[in-house]
Every structure is written in structure tokens, then in C-alpha cells.
């Protein structure tokens, strides 16, 4: 007689082990013969055996014994099943059987691919509950405001003047001197982005107070460049447009107009040399007064070796009152011997 075992995996195992088992007991004890005493069947449908004859005997010489030894066969068979079910539900390889499965008796089964790939499920993301978003965002807002903070803080250190930010400027070009040279000052020119003679130097030295043309101490760097809040090449750099602007302003240029002629002398002279003070003036009045390119060849021709400070003060004021036909200029007027002999002189090349 043959015995179709299914198997269940999953909670119908237990139960199967435990019907088989029953099965086995009850038909056993019938075919051997080893019903209980006062049984009422006991002895009236087998015939019992010699006592010499082991009680195993009986299996193996009846058809019935041979049935009993399948039984074992599948017992231990499903057992073997059993552990093995349960050491793959451990490492997560089974899947549950359906109730399907369990009405129809079915063997579920699974190729090598499918049970790999059932192995590890996906995890789902955790989403983060409302307090932890609230405190992602809290905590990025807080970020980018640091940082926010921190870029501003920065900028306005750097847009007020600091003294010991300029002190350091200063020696990038005096070295270890205190002074800046002519040649930490043809640097300083060419840092700033303007040529040694434009007019914009001599502006700024008026705004430093400098005493020597070509140089600036360093009390004279921090005095001037604290003035015009200036204490990187940058910051004055955005200043020269400003510097330019005064010489617009009448007052202003008449302050820088004087201080060029003291600047430009020699200290141990009282007067400015010719050549000097023709470049100078070119300076100063090369755009502002039609009449200085002939003023300028007066002076070349003439018999002056030097200007003194009544002279080039006189010569600004003359550019500025009178007419260019010289129609209104007063020879009687109070006017230094110079400019009258300039009047002869371009009266008479007029004439020519």
C-alpha cells in the first residue's frame, strides 16, 4: 500500500506529523497483535507467535511489516522536511503557502532565479515624521543664515577703514623703510592704474599732504589715506573718480593749483625752475585755458629761468578773468612784469 505524503509548509506541518504518527500507532498495534489485555479483540484475528521469536521478526516476515517500515521511511522523511523548512524560514528563503495551496494539496516549488530574488525584499524608506522635517528645515534654515551671516559679517569688516589694514598697504611698497620711494611709488601707480604724471597723483598727494614729490612717509600714507577711508589698492582704485572730480570745483582747484608749486620746488630754493613749472602748468591748465599752448611758447622763448610763487599764483588768476583777445587786460593793473610781457608779446605776434 502506498502512501501519498503532502507537505504543507508553514502551520499545517506540526498537525500532518501528528496524524501520521496516530496512523502509525493504531495500525501497528493492530497487525502485531499487541492489543491491550481484555481487549475485546484481543487474540481473535491473529494467531500468537512462539516467545522465542523477537517481537521485530513480526514486521519482517508479514506484508505488514514491510507497510510499517514505509511508515517509518516517511515519518522521517517529512521530519527531515520539517528542520529543513524551518532553517530556510530562518534565513527569510520560504514563502508563505496561500490557502489555496493548503485545500488543493499542492507542492510549492521555486526555481534557483525566483528564491534568489525573494531573498532580501526592498526596504521602504522611513519617512521621517513631522517634528524630524521641522527640524531638517530649521536645521538648513539655520545654515544658510550662518553662512549668510558670516559672508556679511565679512564684507562689512572690509568696507570699514582699518588702520592696521592700510599700515600694511603702506609697506607692500615702502619695504622696510618708512617712506615709498620712487620705486615703490612707480608700483603703487601701476597697482592703482594710472601713469606717474597724470593729474590724479597730484590730487591725491594735495589729499596726503605730501612735502616731496615722489615720496610719501608713512605719516603722511595714514593721514591722507585715512581721510579718504582708503585702506586697499581696491577701495582706491573706486576713489580716483572722486579725486578728479575736485580739480571741477573752483576752491578745491585753486588749493591744489597753490600747493603744486611747493610741492614741485626744491626745498632749498624759493622758486620753481622753468622747465619744472612748464609742466606744471601743462598740468593744471593744459585743458582748462585755451591760451596756455602760446603762454607755453612764451615761455620757451623768453629769457626766465625760474617762477617764483607770486608769479604762478598771478598766471591762474589771469586765466581765469581775462578774455581771450586780451581786450580786457589792464597794463596798468597790478599784474606781474611776466604777464605784461606775454600780453606784447602775443599782441605783437597777432600783428605778424
Not at 46 to 75: I, K, M, Y
Amino acid at each position: 500500500m502506498r502512501h501519498c505524503v503532502v507537505l504543507h509548509f508553514g502551520q499545517g506541518t506540526s498537525s500532518c506529523l501528528a496524524r501520521l504518527q496516530e496512523s502509525q500507532g493504531h495500525k501497528s498495534h493492530q497487525m502485531c497483535g499487541a492489543l491491550t489485555p481484555g481487549h475485546p479483540r484481543a487474540g481473535s484475528h491473529v494467531r500468537r507467535r512462539p516467545a522465542a521469536v523477537p517481537r521485530a521478526a513480526c514486521h519482517l516476515r508479514t506484508p505488514l511489516g514491510a507497510t510499517d517500515f514505509q511508515l517509518n521511511s516517511h515519518l522521517s522523511t517529512l521530519a527531515n522536511i520539517h528542520k529543513i523548512y524551518h532553517t530556510l524560514n530562518r534565513l527569510n528563503l520560504t514563502e508563505d503557502v496561500g490557502q489555496d495551496d493548503h485545500q488543493t494539496g499542492s507542492l510549492r516549488s521555486c526555481s534557483s532565479s525566483d528564491c534568489f530574488s525573494k531573498v532580501m525584499p526592498p526596504r521602504k524608506k522611513r519617512r521621517p515624521a513631522a517634528g524630524d522635517d521641522l527640524s531638517a528645515k530649521k536645521s538648513r534654515h539655520d545654515g544658510m543664515y550662518r553662512k549668510y551671516d558670516s559672508t556679511r559679517i565679512k564684507a562689512e569688516e572690509e568696507e570699514v577703514f582699518s588702520s592696521k589694514r592700510c599700515l600694511e598697504w603702506f609697506y607692500e611698497y615702502a619695504g622696510t623703510d618708512d617712506i615709498v620711494g620712487p620705486e615703490g611709488m612707480e608700483k603703487f601707480c601701476e597697482d592703482i592704474g594710472v601713469e606717474p604724471e597724470n593729474v590724479v597723483m597730484l590730487v591725491l598727494a594735495w589729499k596726503l599732504d605730501a612735502q616731496n614729490m615722489g615720496y610719501f612717509t608713512l605719516q603722511e600714507w595714514l593721514k591722507g589715506m585715512t581721510s579718504l577711508q582708503c585702506d586697499t589698492t581696491e577701495k582706491l582704485r573706486n576713489s580716483l573718480d572722486y579725486l578728479r572730480s575736485l580739480l571741477n570745483e573752483p576752491t578745491n582747484f585753486k588749493l591744489i593749483y597753490r600747493y603744486a608749486f611747493d610741492f614741485a620746488r626744491e626745498k632749498d630754493q624759493r622758486s620753481l625752475d622753468i622747465n619744472t613749472a612748464k609742466c606744471m602748468l601743462g598740468l593744471l591748465l593744459g585743458k582748462a585755458w585755451s591760451l596756455f599752448p602760446v603762454f607755453h611758447q612764451f615761455l620757451e622763448q623768453s629769457k626766465y629761468k625760474v617762477i617764483n610763487k607770486d608769479q604762478w599764483c598771478n598766471v591762474l588768476e589771469f586765466s581765469r578773468t581775462i578774455n581771450l583777445d586780451l581786450s580786457n587786460y589792464d597794463e596798468d593793473g597790478a599784474w606781474p612784469v611776466l604777464l605784461d610781457e606775454f600780453v606784447e608779446w602775443y599782441k605783437g605776434k597777432q600783428m605778424t
